[in-house]
Each structure stands twice: as C-alpha cells, then as structure tokens.
Nanobody
C-alpha cells in the first residue's frame, strides 16, 4: 500500500496546517485510516483515525483542534490542524490498516507513509 503525505512545514503556535495523504482508491471503502505522529525521542502515537464507515476518533491531546476527513472521490485523507501548539511538533504519518480496520503504531498489519514534518514554533 503506497501512502504519500504532504502539507507539513513550519508554523507558529496558534496557527493552522492541513495535511494530505494520497492513497489507493480501493482502501477507502474497506480499510481504516488515520494519522500517527512521532516526536523526537518519543514513540509513535495515534493522533486520529477514521473507519471505513466514517467513524472518527481523536487523541485527547488534539480533540477540538484537529479534524480528520477523507474524500473518496479524490482518494485523499486529510488532517486539519488548528490552534497548533509547540508540543504538536512531530513527523506525521498517514496510516492504513485493512486487517483490523484500526491503524495503530503497534499493529503489524498497519502500513505507513514516509511522513511529513510539522514544526510548531513559539
């Protein structure tokens, strides 16, 4: 499964970024997708996920600030990030899991993209 992220970059605290992930169209109706991030020196953590039926989940740290969405017609997954904080600085990975339907850092069945760097400065 090829996943290609884009949209990362530097931003000041309080600002916004929108991440995009291009994925094969076949997975959108049968697999769970999500975003995982990894900060320097830390393990990967799930930020948000969306199941094939559209159910969304968010980490407590991003609830109310981040929004996950997908456009099946364009084969794209998005993560709108608002009110960014310095602690949001990390590499953000697009993830998909067609076995469990729930991408997780610890699952062997989860596939990853190459990641896109988000750097939030104060």
């Amino acid at each position: 499964v090829q996943l290609v992220e884009s949209g990362g970059g530097p931003v000041q605290a309080g600002g916004s970024l929108k991440l995009s992930c291009a994925a094969p169209g076949s997975i959108f109706n049968s697999c769970g997708m999500g975003w995982v991030r990894q900060a320097p020196g830390k393990e990967r953590e799930l930020v948000s996920s969306i199941s094939f039926d559209g159910t969304t989940n968010y980490a407590d740290s991003v609830k109310g600030r981040f929004t996950i969405s997908q456009d099946n017609a364009k084969n794209m997954l998005y993560l709108q990030m608002n009110s960014l904080k310095t602690e949001d600085t990390a590499v953000y990975f697009c993830a998909v899991d067609c076995v469990t339907g729930r991408p997780r850092p610890e699952y062997e069945s989860t596939y990853w993209g190459q990641g896109t760097q988000v750097t939030v400065s104060s």
